[in-house]
């Protein structure tokens, strides 16, 4: 069983639906990364949560340390959101462990 | 804000050649640089964490000698894959903790013919 499990794996949606993807880890973590990944392979960081709740533009993130879970949220999607959203765990040697991603597509 | 710049972005060799492939910090010092490794439709898998001034750590079953990480000043992490065979084609991204979050390099494919 991976470390770090998302869902779904793949997920298409309509512009302007509401899209959540969910991350469960099973290992102690100082820090919980969402990460977006283009189709040209760039990497850009989204959130970095270690409790509650963050919210940037159309982008909420929301981490229950208790339940290990962590959901990504998308408000009004847009075809540019399409990527590969990818959930990482931060242990307390810094190192990082990947789900295995979830890849979008928004429809226009 | 924090940014890793990482070259090649593309690169093809020919099996038994080596293969350099460089990620600077570019405002910030990086002392521990992570490198990964993504096959296609697969997620990044942590291959090694290298630090300024000291040997990198390997993850299991990476070969150390076959891809040798340098990590020769605080804004410079190299890993250059030996006698590259084309099982070792793939996506290679590194990424330096930054502060708060960490600053990806923007990757280097590599295909090995």
């Known amino acids: 069983k991976n470390e770090v499990e998302q869902s779904p794996q793949n997920l298409t949606a309509q512009e302007g639906e509401f899209i959540t993807i969910n991350c469960s880890y099973s290992?102690?973590?100082?820090?919980l990364h969402w990460l977006q990944q283009h189709p040209g392979g760039g990497i850009v960081s989204l959130f970095m949560?270690?409790?509650g709740k963050k919210k940037h533009g159309r982008l909420i993130a929301t981490i229950n340390i208790q339940e290990k879970h962590s959901s990504l949220h998308i408000t009004a999607s847009h075809p540019r959101d399409s990527a590969v959203y990818i959930c990482?765990?931060?242990?307390?040697?810094?190192?990082?462990?990947f789900g295995a991603g979830t890849r979008l597509t928004v429809k226009p | 804000g924090a940014v890793v710049s990482q070259h090649p972005s593309w690169v093809i060799c020919k099996s038994g050649t080596s293969v350099k492939i460089e990620c600077r910090s570019l405002?910030?010092?990086?002392?521990?640089m992570f490198w990964y490794r993504q096959f296609p439709k697969q997620s990044l898998m942590l291959m090694a964490t290298?630090?300024?001034?000291?040997?990198?750590?390997?993850e299991q079953g990476v070969e150390k000698d076959k891809f040798l990480i340098n990590h020769a000043s605080l804004t410079l992490s190299t890993l250059t894959v030996t006698s590259a065979h084309p099982e070792d084609s793939s996506f290679y991204i590194c990424?330096?903790?930054?502060?708060?979050?960490?600053?990806f390099g923007s990757g280097t494919r590599l295909t090995v013919v």
């Open positions: 990482a765990v931060r242990s307390g040697n810094n190192d990082m462990r």
């Open positions: 990424s330096a903790p930054g502060n708060p979050g960490y600053t």
């Open positions: 290992v102690g973590i100082s820090a």
């Open positions: 949560l270690s409790s």
């Open positions: 290298s630090n300024e001034g000291s040997k990198a750590t390997y």
């Open positions: 405002d910030f010092q990086a002392t521990t």
